[in-house]
């Protein structure tokens, strides 16, 4: 205010001298006001050029300070910039939200109050069906037309949440038609955040932890059903001694059964929580291979009447690294079940080999009743059984693939299995290079120099 004042003074001031120097004494207070409407006229000016910048977002907007007005400029310059640095910053935090959120394994999407798609993720895009920008402003419900999600988004009662089966085109990462849990959370009035998560898998684990609840309470029944019948029947009934000893040895077979499966449930709870084998115990693969033939021949004795065929051939001579326990139940499991599912008579074979690039391969083949293709990707599930009959009568539990597959994986390895009906099957684990070595190969190395 002080230099407004000292401003307009002055030039009132200088129009009554050039007044005075003009007309003379008597007009010096026509000169004085006519300087004083300069000053207004210059001042209205500059408060209008400064107002036409705030009009246009500051855009040419004066850089004098000289006076109120510049004073006014460069405040509003200075407020300017820092407004812009603090909205860039926000824009940086709401970019790095949003990608975080993109991110996200959930679908995020908010909806607006009459329901329209305001935004959304591509992890909600690929869960419902939608186009991440076609399908902005769009009717949610006219988009995902489950009955089950439209209903539950009609109720605007959100404390738990919806399943629903994905669109046809979803599919979840196992290429299963995938089924979707949605949740609605209300927020800044009746706006609502929907997240989607993909629960095909824990659905399928949860149906596996059922379907070996049954299997076990099943597995355990069915011999101690037997056990308690011959019990009572020892009990009540005056027998002789044969049939004492036939009912004692039948009891005892329906023990060994239980059992053995106790053992292997024992032995797969080991391993899924077990820490993956060192690479410094090595095993000499003559030993597995030697114990695994006198396992085959062994069983064939006792549950064929016609011997099989066994050939076990060990072309290079080798070892592995792992724990040889765990190697010697996953080879024995493999070549066993080859002897109990193929007839007296028929031939199976056990082959170790390395292959050209460092791993090695063990393979049972055999000469059995094989497996239709549409039962070969279970075959590793607990209690899965082909026939379940032909399983009980050999004696399987229904759990030594699943074993198999377990301790292959711990070694880095790989079970893939091929069969064909009436032609057989084959078995083959791969290790990798980094868990074999040949023992020619080492043993020379070892050898001192001539």
């Known amino acids: 205010m002080p230099g407004r004042l000292a401003a307009f003074l002055l030039l009132s001031g200088i129009g009554a001298a050039v007044a005075v120097a003009l007309f003379g004494w008597r007009l010096a207070w026509a000169g004085a006001w006519a300087g004083g409407c300069v000053w207004l006229v210059v001042d209205m000016l500059r408060a209008q050029r400064l107002i036409q910048a705030m009009r246009n977002d500051a855009v040419g907007l004066p850089a004098s300070r000289f006076g109120m007005w510049g004073e006014l400029a460069d405040r509003i310059r200075r407020a300017m910039r820092l407004r812009e640095q603090q909205t860039q910053q926000a824009e940086l935090r709401l970019q790095e939200f949003l990608a975080a959120i993109q991110a996200s394994p959930n679908g995020v999407v908010l909806v607006d109050e009459a329901g329209r798609i305001e935004w959304c993720n591509q992890t909600a895009g690929s869960h419902l069906g939608l186009d991440v920008e076609r399908d902005l402003q769009q009717l949610i419900a006219n988009l995902v037309r489950d009955p089950a999600f439209i209903g539950y988004l009609a109720s605007w009662h959100y404390s738990r949440e919806v399943v629903i089966d994905a669109p046809v085109a979803a599919r979840s990462s196992s290429g299963q ?172 074979t056990a082959t170790w080999r390395l292959l050209s690039d460092g791993r090695g391969e063990f393979t049972v083949r055999d000469t059995g009743p094989g497996v239709a ?75 001192p120099a001539a």
């Open 373 to 447: 293709a549409e039962h070969i990707p279970r075959l590793t599930e607990r209690f899965y059984r082909v026939d379940r009959s032909r399983s009980r009568e050999t004696g399987g539990t229904g759990l030594g693939l699943a074993i198999v597959k377990h301790i292959v994986q711990r070694h880095g390895g790989q079970l893939r299995i091929e069969s064909e009906l009436g032609k057989g099957s084959r078995f083959a684990i791969t290790f990798p290079a980094s868990r074999v070595r040949e023992v020619r190969t080492r043993l020379a190395a070892q050898a």
């Open 177 to 348: 038609p995938m089924r979707l849990s949605v949740q609605a959370h209300p927020y800044a009035g009746n706006r609502r955040m929907l997240l989607t998560r993909d629960i095909t898998a824990l659905e399928k684990a949860e149906e596996m932890r059922r379907d070996f609840v049954a299997n076990v309470s099943h597995e355990i029944r069915t011999p101690l059903t037997v056990l308690t019948g011959f019990v009572e029947t020892l009990q009540t009934l005056p027998l002789e001694a044969d049939e004492r000893s036939r009912y004692l040895g039948l009891m005892g077979q329906q023990a060994q059964r239980m059992g053995t499966l106790v053992a292997d449930l024992l032995t797969l709870s080991r391993l899924e929580g077990s820490a993956a084998p060192p690479l410094n115990q090595w095993t000499r693969m003559r030993a597995l291979m030697a114990h695994c033939e006198d396992e085959a021949r062994g069983l064939s004795g006792r549950i064929a009447t016609q011997p099989h065929r066994l050939q076990f051939a060990l072309e290079a001579d080798s070892e592995v690294a792992g724990i040889a326990t765990e190697l010697q139940s996953a080879m024995s499991n493999l070549v066993t079940n080859a002897v109990r599912y193929t007839p007296g008579g028929g031939e199976v």
